[in-house]
Nanobody
């Protein structure tokens, strides 16, 4: 089993920045895909960014490129997402998830084995 715990969300003014963290514990593997999804109020969950644990290769959804940065710290078993120039439309619950034993970087939630509980980001105008 793998446990994922997100942190770093909160209330921030438009234009501000946040750094979300996702820490993994339990049984870990070297070849993970670690992903961030988000779910805005009343909307479906959507892919944001994914990173390969082993290679560090990343992939983003188009609308966050240049403002969102996903990274990982293997020594700390943590994945981060830096979000800059926040906008009210970025308000959502952000979830990290892990797909074990893979070198692929899927964007579909159903591909992922383990999920965190989410961290809420609220951006005020």
């Amino acid at each position: 089993q793998v446990q994922l715990v997100e942190s770093g969300g909160g209330l921030v003014q438009a234009g501000g920045s946040l750094r979300l963290s996702c820490t993994a514990s339990g049984r870990t593997f070297s070849n993970y895909a670690m992903v961030w999804f988000r779910q805005a109020p009343g909307k479906e969950r959507e892919f944001v960014a994914v990173i390969s644990w082993s290679t560090g290769i990343t992939s983003y959804t188009d609308y966050v490129k240049g403002r969102f940065t996903i990274s990982r710290d293997n020594a700390k078993n943590a994945v981060y997402m830096e979000i800059n120039s926040l906008k009210p439309k970025n308000t959502a619950d952000y979830y990290c998830a892990a797909k074990t034993r893979t070198y692929y970087l899927p964007r579909e939630g159903r591909e992922y084995n383990y999920w965190g509980q989410g961290t809420q980001v609220t951006v005020s105008s």
